[in-house]
């Protein structure tokens, strides 16, 4: 990547080449481990798992009813059947089924030899040892069969995949208890700014607290990444230089927040141009104009803008692919709908916006995005009231209310 220090002067770079910009700088980390599956939650797999067997591993029952052989419906109205014994899920029956016979069975329970077909209990009238039943019933009806769900030896999970709940279950329905993934990358961040108090602290004139710290926390912490917290730093350039290259050889990924808009950007791009290769970029979007992005030694580093609300943002928008890519994800896109805004959103043309909605359904089935109100980048409030961003194109004025517009669903980090 080339480094360009003085892109202030340069033409805004749109969301799009930003993010491929990003895409083709990060690599995946290289570690990986071999964890029990339990402890694999919110990993990245990091090579393919094989099924050594099938499932279900048998053939079995989708009702608790009658196992019969579907022969016995090419009869007359009135089936009489005899009851000769029973499968239980995990104790089946050991003999075979002939015509005229059937055999109780259970949820789950393995279809004994000979018969095919399952009837639902309600649909059979049973007296002593003998059910009765109509011919209305399909041939192969309500029984499962091995590997409806996994082939033996089919891939089941490709590397790449993030591991979810519903992994844990498919991983364990085929026996296997320990995988291979990417060790968690660790991510460090800091907020610089003279302006800036801890939790605790008093404020004094023309301070206020810390938000972005704990933004970012909450961010990082749902990324599953291990996150290295180092606070404040006052805009001091050794104390900053100090800490970037402390995180930079600790940590796998580097973040700060301010210090990257016009004013202050000479001071960070001053301690960037000694210790790293970092371009600083104005993105053509709104909120989150100022963006550096690039390495300190071999570490990614992102300089996110200060306000509370771009820093969110671009966390989104840029760093949660990174870390993505960084953790091995062969999937980092973020999901987009289109709904129809309730609301005149003013906008002007050159930037792509991405303001605060609140997506609903309603009651003819339709997507609806109603705003959250007031829509400046200090407006904290805006983003915790939102379940989405609406995105409206970079060329585009006001969208009237009525109008479709592109939403991007906040995904569990936001
Ligand atoms: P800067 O990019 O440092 O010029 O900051 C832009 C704006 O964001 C200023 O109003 C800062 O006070 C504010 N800001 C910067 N960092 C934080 C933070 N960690 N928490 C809350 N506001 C911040
Ligand atoms: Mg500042």
Known sequence: MTTNNNCFKTPLLTVDKTLQMIKSNINSISTT???????????????????????????????????????????DNNIQLNVIGTSFAGAPYEGA??????????????????????????????????????NQHKAGQNVRHPGEDIQQGSVVLTAGKHISPADLGLLSSIGIAEIQTYCKPKV??????????????????GDIYDSNRYTLFGMLQKMDVEVIDLGVIADKKEL????????????DMVLTSGGASVGEADYISEILSDIGQVNFWKIAMKPGKP???????????????????????????????????????????HLSLKATSLNLLKKVPGRTDFQRGIL?????????????????????????????FIVIPQDSGNVEAGEVVEVLPFNGIL
Do not use: W
């Open 360 to 388: 609903k359904q309603n009651e003819k089935g339709e997507l609806t995005v109603d705003t959250t109100g007031m829509q400046g980048s200090h407006i904290l409030t805006s983003m915790s009231k939102a379940n989405c």
């Open 33 to 75: 481990q071999t964890q029990l599956i339990r402890d694999a939650l919110g990993h990245t797999l990091a090579e393919d798992v094989v099924s050594n067997i099938n499932v279900p591993p048998h053939r079995n029952s989708a009702m608790d009813g009658y196992a019969i052989l579907s022969t016995d419906l090419n009869t």
């Open 291 to 333: 963006l550096a992005f690039g390495h300190i030694n071999q570490t990614p580093y992102f300089g996110l803008p200060g306000n509370p609300v771009s820093v969110m943002a671009t966390c989104y928008l840029f760093v949660q692919p990174a870390i993505g890519y960084l953790k091995g994800l062969k999937q980092s896109e």
């Open 188 to 205: 460090a961040f800091f907020s610089t700014g003279d302006e800036l108090k801890s939790l605790g602290e008093d404020l004094g004139p």
């Open 240 to 251: 900053i230089q100090q800490t970037l290259e402390k995180a930079a050889q600790s940590a």
């Open 97 to 134: 089924v002939n015509n005229g016979e059937c055999i109780r069975i259970m949820t789950g329970a393995m279809m004994p030899d000979g018969a095919d077909t399952v009837i639902m209990q309600e649909d059979c009238e049973r007296t002593d040892d003998v059910i009765s039943l109509n």
